[in-house]
């Protein structure tokens, strides 16, 4: 039986991928997770794994390698330059793609040498070529480390986005160069939206087939192709390239979304995605596939193809089992529009209401909210809303395509805050084509006043327009008023032997509301909402930068007299301590600081990178309720201290990445929780050597996984 891995992929270029280092992984498949610091477990992956297992395939895990390093949204490319360019999202950062696919041609490693192609490429980003240098290079380092502890890969399938798509190709590049490579499948909405990205990732072998739009049927078929050793070339939902060189692609039948099995997130460590401001532990589901308008800004739309809703009583049952099968508080609804039909949002309030399912949920709306409605989904528990509204100029909505007025859109946010929300996000797109300084600035302003009656419930998420090849404006730049440019001659013949495919890719377009307009509607949108005093913490903001670096402490405060400092190691892995105020004052070189700290730990991660081990999402809510595992390790992200000062019989255990979640323990389960971070114990002798009350603390609070 092959070994199967299902990747997840990260945007800022750690991708995900699950291992056990005792046992081997399940048959192999291999999956990747979405491109920022994920505010939910990636449903696309739990919904994988449920279908495959509801089809008799319970080949796959699940590895998220998002968390073993920093957090950043897309380090290596921006959509906005320094003077207001405004960079095509197809192949967004092609010089850097371009040199990885050279590399792998010429069987070299991947470097990025400091030419005048580069240095222009990253001064008009405004990126500083020597952290971009250094960065690829960790990042190299990281995956090369991380994939080599999972020594058999058969089948493996990535999920890619535009922010993670130069990260998949340098994993994927890692694992070609094994002497037994995987079969490689990438699916998501980059490859599927930029025929390009698909299209160089098979030219080059990155890739043996690209998987378009939903994945579930399409993965268990290619799959059962290999397992079987037959030809994939006719599987339906596929783009593959033939002996010729042509690419062929075929189409899938949609799903029905009443026959979706529920999903599947016992192999996903869900309490390590939690790090979202809100104090909830929340899991994502859908109630739809797609989307009833179709923006001319919006490419969502078409990856989904056509708009296609569940019945509202299928939906409240796997609500219903999620809640019974997982420590949960509340519910994400990831639909492109939850009220894409208004009745099925009413219905499933009321349905919620009436069954007495006792969870906090939000979603993504159309500005078509009446009072009546935002009263009785906020009674039901609705108390998060991320409303489309882009604009409250009627004019530039008309070019949008949005089918609202901005006295709709008004309505909808005013009927929301009306009815006690806890929180309302407004979108809103700087620089549109057709738009005016004059009509942004109107909606900034009413946006704005808005924001400072309610600073603790509303805030406006910032989407600067971009172009990518499945919008449909893309395909009518002109009428906009946009002009395009492609990639100059010098950036093709980094490789030329992919100009075939590159030689048509965008770089800029200019022309209406672009250049100094969309860069000062986008200052201005950032200022919207600022006040004097901290607002609600966004899960929505995407940040460019790194939250952790290398040489230097990031703090977050802690109970207990402890400050948690992370910092990233030169490999590239998440590190942290436990640190108190005095040691955050000592001076002196960091590495010899960061041992003499380290040295006063119970459990802390040292300088190898982490050791990967099958991860656990199913954390009990009580002993009973846990199925008995063989054995159990501790998570790799837990890091224990004794507290400071006379209270020395106790230690302070926190996780890493999800610092909210930490205990104080004895000393008596000091010598078992150390041995569990170095390998798995039978579960027996752990519940032997560990009192009921910490054991069931430790399992609620995923400190253990189940092996």
């Not at 039909?341 to 969870?359: F, P, Q, T, Y």
């Not at 307009?517 to 929505?540: S, W």
């Not at 190691?569 to 004052?585: H, K, N």
């Not at 609620?700 to 092996?707: P, S, T």
Request: net charge negative.
């Amino acid at each position: 039986m092959p070994a199967v891995v299902l990747l997840e992929h990260l945007t800022a270029g750690t991708i995900c991928t699950q291992q056990m280092h005792l046992k081997p992984l399940r048959p192999n498949l291999l999956s990747i997770v979405p491109p920022y610091a994920s505010p939910v477990p990636p449903l696309g992956s739990a919904s994988l794994l449920g279908y495959l297992k509801a089809n008799g395939c319970d080949d796959f895990d699940f590895l998220d390698l998002r968390h073993y390093s920093s957090h950043a949204y897309a380090p290596t490319y921006r959509p906005t330059g320094m003077f207001g360019e405004t960079y095509v999202v197809d192949v967004p950062d092609l010089p850097i793609v371009l040199r990885l696919l050279r590399s792998f041609d010429e069987g070299k490693p991947f470097t990025v040498e400091a030419d005048a192609i580069f240095e222009n490429y990253c001064l008009e980003r405004g990126i500083n070529s020597h952290y971009l240098q250094r960065y690829l290079a960790q990042l190299d380092r990281f995956l090369a480390d991380s994939l080599s502890q999972v020594p058999q890969i058969d089948f493996i399938g990535f999920t890619t986005w535009s922010s993670n798509m130069l990260t998949t190709l340098m994993a994927a590049a890692h694992l070609k160069r094994r002497p037994r490579p995987p079969f490689i499948v990438l699916g998501g909405p980059q490859v599927t939206e930029s025929q390009n990205s698909a299209r160089l990732a098979l030219q080059s072998g990155l890739a043996d087939s690209i998987a378009l739009g939903e994945g579930e049927e399409t993965l268990l078929a290619l799959f059962e192709s290999f397992r079987a050793g037959r030809q994939i070339s006719a599987t339906p939902g596929t783009l593959i390239r033939d002996q010729s060189g042509s690419f062929i692609a075929t189409e899938r039948k949609l799903m029905r979304l009443a026959t979706k099995p529920l999903p599947d997130f016992s192999r996903i460590p869900i309490l390590d995605y939690q790090g979202h401001g809100l104090p909830l532990t929340l899991l994502p589901f859908e109630i739809s596939r797609g989307c009833t308008d179709k923006c001319t800004f919006c490419s969502e739309w078409v990856f989904w193809r056509q708009f296609r809703s569940d019945s509202v009583e299928h939906v409240i049952s796997d609500i219903e089992a999620l809640a019974a099968a997982y420590p949960i508080q509340g519910i994400w609804f990831i639909d492109s529009l939850l009220n894409g039909v208004k009745s099925r949002l009413v219905g499933l309030a009321e349905a919620m209401l009436s069954k007495g399912v006792k969870l906090k949920w939000g979603g993504f709306m159309r500005a078509d909210i009446d009072e009546e409605t935002a009263r009785l989904i906020t009674r039901a528990g609705c108390d998060l809303a991320f409303l489309g509204v882009e604009s409250l100029s009627d004019e530039t909505l008309d070019l949008m395509n949005k089918r609202r007025t901005s006295a709709q859109n008004l309505q909808a946010i005013r009927a929301l805050l009306d009815a006690g929300m806890s929180r309302v996000v407004a979108g809103v797109i700087p620089g549109f084509p057709g738009d005016t300084r004059k009509r942004f600035m109107a909606t900034a302003l009413q946006l704005r006043e808005i924001h400072i009656q309610h600073p603790e419930r509303f805030r406006v998420n910032v989407e600067p327009f971009t172009v990518s090849p499945g919008q449909p404006l893309y395909a009518e730049l002109d009428k906009f008023g946009l002009d395009s440019a492609r990639w100059t001659d010098d950036v093709l013949d980094i490789a030329p032997r992919y100009r075939n495919i590159t030689d048509d890719i965008l770089c800029t377009v200019s022309g209406s509301n672009q250049g100094i307009d969309r860069l000062g509607e986008l200052r201005v949108a950032t200022t919207i909402n600022a006040v004097n005093k901290e607002t609600i913490q966004d899960p929505f903001a995407y940040s460019t930068s790194e939250d952790i670096s290398v040489g230097e402490f990031s703090f977050i405060p802690l109970a207990c007299g402890f400050l948690l400092g992370r910092f990233k190691s030169p490999g590239g892995f998440r590190r942290a301590l436990l640190v108190t105020d005095a040691e955050r004052r000592e001076s002196g070189a960091f590495d010899e600081l960061v041992e003499r700290i380290a040295s006063q730990h119970v459990i802390a991660p040292g300088r190898t990178p982490f050791i990967l081990h099958r991860r656990s999402g199913s954390a009990a809510k009580t002993l009973a309720e846990m199925p008995e595992p063989a054995s159990i390790m501790l998570s790799p992200f837990a890091l224990c201290r004794r507290l400071p000062g006379e209270d020395q019989n106790r230690s302070l255990l926190v996780n890493i990445v999800n610092p909210v979640l930490n205990i104080i323990v004895a000393d008596t389960v000091l010598p078992i929780l150390a041995r569990l971070a170095k390998e798995p114990v039978e579960w027996s002798v752990a519940r032997s050597e560990i009192d009921e009350p910490t054991l069931a603390k430790l399992l609620a609070r995923g400190f253990l996984d189940l092996v």
